[in-house]
């Protein structure tokens, strides 16, 4: 393809067309509209650009413009003869610019919308019992309904003698041991960066990944709740008490925002639902052994 030296933008444009390339990536698309475009992004049923009518062909030696108006002119009675405007057949890079940009604007919806965000998806499954997600039960045996059934802002029940583990992109990684049951909260647009997770009763472990730097994880219990910054936890959900493990790094745990500990790893913070003092206590030998093998299922997770 030739360069050419007579089609330039002035400086103006140039800057008119990059703050509107730049304003692009601050557009929301709703959830129809990503969903759409995923779809025909990935099946290649994006539509095309219209064909440009086909021109007349012109005798040796005369321009497309003359031939159409002479084939025309052979249907009708004579008439003076009239000039014919041609549309330029190679638009300047001007023009191509500003055309581009509806086009540009969808693919950056696509990257940066709808391909951008990690899904939640499941990772492991061990042992044999049900699995209900949303309302659906489902064999843990089943493999390919369970990894239909993982969403964003789901309610989990999972059945006694049951492990699984779900990850989401480099982020994190969860893991609980039946009978657990959990809610993984749909995440906010506004707070894009925080994630949360309720416990209802049960063991849920959490790991955080290479990308969650930046981020922060709350998991909640009916006792108070866990802030998380980026390392290995487990907590323990009963009717009388919720007990937060840290393996790993430093969680702040408390019932609310005047009463957080920094719980430091090799410690755990014990929460009452009579309303007791709460004790920061090192971890027991069995919660330790159940998140070092929790780390153990999940060691190349993130490789």
Same mark, same amino acid.
């Given at each position: 393809? =030739? ?36 779809? #025909?992004?990935? =099946? ?14 012109? +005798? ?11 084939? !025309? ?5 004579? =008439? +003076?003869? #009239? ?11 001007? $023009?191509?610019?500003? $055309? ?25 499954? %061990? ?13 843990? =045996?089943? %493999? ?18 049951? !492990? ?33 997770? %309720? ?8 790991k955080s990944g290479p990308a969650f730097r930046g981020h922060e994880m709350v998991i909640r219990t009916s006792e108070g709740d866990a802030h998380i910054t980026g390392t290995t936890v487990a907590v323990y959900k009963d009717p009388d008490v919720t007990c937060v493990c840290v393996l790993e790094g430093t969680a702040r745990i408390g019932r609310d925002g005047e009463h957080m500990d920094a719980?430091? $790893? ?38």
């Open positions: 393809m =030739s360069e050419r030296d007579d089609i330039h933008l002035t400086p103006e444009e140039e800057q008119r067309i990059q703050a509107s390339v730049r304003a692009l990536g601050e557009v929301r698309a709703d959830d129809a509209f990503r969903a759409r475009l995923r779809e #025909q992004f990935l =099946s290649g049923t994006i539509p095309a650009a219209a064909e440009p009518a086909p021109e007349i062909a012109a +005798p040796d030696g005369a321009s497309p413009g003359l031939a159409a108006a002479e084939a !025309e002119a052979a249907l009708e009675p004579a =008439s +003076p003869p #009239q000039i014919v405007a041609l549309p330029s057949r190679r638009p300047g890079r001007r $023009a191509w610019a500003l $055309a581009a940009l509806p086009a540009l604007a969808a693919v950056l919806a696509f990257v940066f919308l709808g391909g951008g965000e990690p899904e939640w998806r499941l990772q492991g499954v %061990r042992g044999d019992g049900r699995v209900v997600i949303a309302g659906q039960a489902v064999d843990a =045996s089943a %493999r390919t309904d369970l990894s239909r059934l993982v969403t964003d802002g789901a309610r989990y029940e999972v059945g006694e003698g049951v !492990e699984m583990d779900l990850v989401l992109g480099d982020i994190m990684v969860v893991g609980v041991h039946g009978p657990t049951t959990f809610e993984l909260a749909a995440r906010d647009a506004a707070a894009p960066d925080r994630f949360e997770a %309720r416990v209802e009763g049960g063991e849920f472990r959490f719980v430091p $790893a090799g410690m755990r913070k014990v929460m009452f639902a009579d309303g007791s003092a709460p004790k920061v206590i090192p971890i027991e030998p069995g919660h330790r052994d159940g998140l070092i093998e929790f780390e153990g299922y999940n060691r190349d997770t993130f490789r």
